[in-house]
């Protein structure tokens, strides 16, 4: 009994070994992982905890190693889709009263950041009113909760799992998966993806409110800049605050560049003027 358990212990190591050679330094690119996360139902009961241990100490430290928000949401994209190997990717943010598109694995540049639904509506909505996953393995488009958005092909794909992110009790966001071809999602798969919904909710909501205030810091600074060049403008043209504004709104115009640069030009003309005059009779 004892050789039989040692045998089997031996035979599971070997497995591990040959599925992932590093898993004592997880640090795989996502083809890696994906080869690493399919393999999965090959492995014996135990080296699957271990597995899925391991799977959730890399998203761990490949997102606390992120930089802002828009990195942090690539990586949960990245992993996610190693995870469960899938045709499309996206991770809505929830922001206000909107769930708003923040990233996808395929490119959509002109969707991303700008395609927004309610809580509530289409597929998305319901699961982050509800806080809970869905799964719709073909015919996604006639489910009834499904809603069709003309800029994304994806939504003609057949199968279709949306999970809820969580940041203590609360949604801060979707992550969908879509197969074009009817696909059957595990219920380990499901219970995985929701499990770093869990891991990466409070993680995406930090990062979007670390934007929130770099945001409001930069708005901040641009408003005391563009205070200042107005006022250099009154002084040495003779304009009202109105007119100062104008004439720096019309520059960024033609000059296609923001107000703020168009105010530092203003105020690093007036400080190298000031150090040409040096100082004022005393």
Same mark, same amino acid.
């Given at each position: ?5 040692e ?7 070997s497995?591990?070994?040959? @599925?992932y ?5 997880? %640090? !795989? ?11 999965? &139902?090959? !492995?014996?009961?135990? /080296?699957?905890? &271990?597995?899925?241990?391991?799977i #959730? ?9 992120a930089?802002?928000?828009? %990195?942090?949401?690539a990586r949960?994209v990245?992993?996610?889709? /190693?995870l469960v190997?899938?045709?499309?990717? #996206?991770?809505?943010?929830? %922001? =206000? &009263?909107?769930? *708003? @598109?923040?990233?996808?694995? $395929? ?7 700008? !395609? ?5 509506e289409?597929?998305t ?7 809970e996953?869905?799964?719709?393995? %073909?015919?996604? /488009? ?6 069709f ?8 794909? =057949? ?5 809820? !992110?969580?940041?203590r009790?609360?949604?801060?966001? *979707?992550? $969908?998966?879509?197969?074009?071809m ?9 219970? @995985?993806?929701? /499990? *770093? ?15 929130v205030?770099?945001?409001?810091s930069?708005? #901040? ?8 060049a ?5 002084? &040495?043209?003779? @304009?009202?605050?109105?007119q100062?504004?104008?004439? #720096? ?11 703020? =640069? ?21």
């Amino acid at each position: 009994m004892q050789q039989a358990s040692e045998k089997m212990q031996r035979a599971t190591e070997s497995q591990k070994e040959f @599925l992932y050679p590093n898993h004592h330094n997880l %640090e !795989l690119d996502g083809l890696e992982w994906a080869a690493y996360c399919r393999n999965m &139902d090959s !492995l014996s009961a135990s /080296a699957v905890e &271990d597995l899925q241990v391991d799977i #959730l100490h890399e998203i761990g430290n490949r997102l606390a190693n992120a930089g802002g928000f828009h %990195e942090v949401l690539a990586r949960v994209v990245e992993f996610v889709s /190693a995870l469960v190997k899938c045709d499309s990717c #996206l991770v809505y943010v929830l %922001e =206000e &009263d909107d769930l *708003v @598109l923040r990233a996808s694995k $395929n490119p959509h540049p002109d969707v991303v950041d700008r !395609l927004k639904l309610r809580v509530g509506e289409g597929i998305t909505g319901w699961v982050a009113e509800h806080k809970e996953a869905v799964a719709v393995s %073909e015919n996604a /488009a006639q489910d009834p909760r499904f809603r069709f958005f003309h800029e994304l092909p994806e939504d003609s794909y =057949e199968a279709f799992l949306s999970v809820p !992110l969580l940041c203590r009790g609360r949604v801060v966001g *979707v992550i $969908n998966l879509q197969h074009r071809m009817p696909h059957v999602y595990k219920r380990r798969q499901i219970r @995985l993806i929701s /499990a *770093v919904g869990f891991l990466v909710g409070a993680e995406i909501e930090l990062a979007r409110l670390e934007e929130v205030n770099s945001n409001l810091s930069e708005q #901040l600074q641009t408003r005391k800049v563009v205070e200042r060049a107005k006022g250099i403008l009154q002084r &040495d043209f003779g @304009l009202s605050e109105e007119q100062a504004y104008l004439a #720096l709104q019309r520059q960024s115009r033609q000059k296609r560049k923001t107000m703020k =640069e168009i105010a530092d030009a203003i105020v690093l003309g007036d400080e190298v003027k000031g150090h040409v005059r040096g100082p004022g009779p005393s």
